[in-house]
């Protein structure tokens, strides 16, 4: 299945994937964090799209990600 992250804050995309196991993936993005090389994020939510393409109906997870608060360190 087609999977999209997603900044739920700007609607930026951040990521675009196909898993075969959904169920995990959704497991894995529901805990402390996501990280990406470029930065990390807390799950929000998510929706299961449907869409017609080219006479076919298709799914597409969406995995909606908010900024992980950054933690300030005291010296």
Known sequence: MNVVFVLTA????LLE????????LLAAVK???VTFPF???KYD????DHYLEESVYRQEL???L??????????
């Open 10 to 13: 700007t609607g930026e995309e």
């Open 17 to 24: 994937m196909v898993s075969d196991d959904v169920a995990g």
């Open 31 to 33: 805990g402390a964090n």
């Open 39 to 41: 930065g990390s994020f």
């Open 45 to 48: 939510f998510h929706t299961l």
């Open 62 to 64: 969406v995995i909606y």
């Open 66 to 75: 908010k900024v992980e608060q950054e933690q300030v360190t005291v010296l």
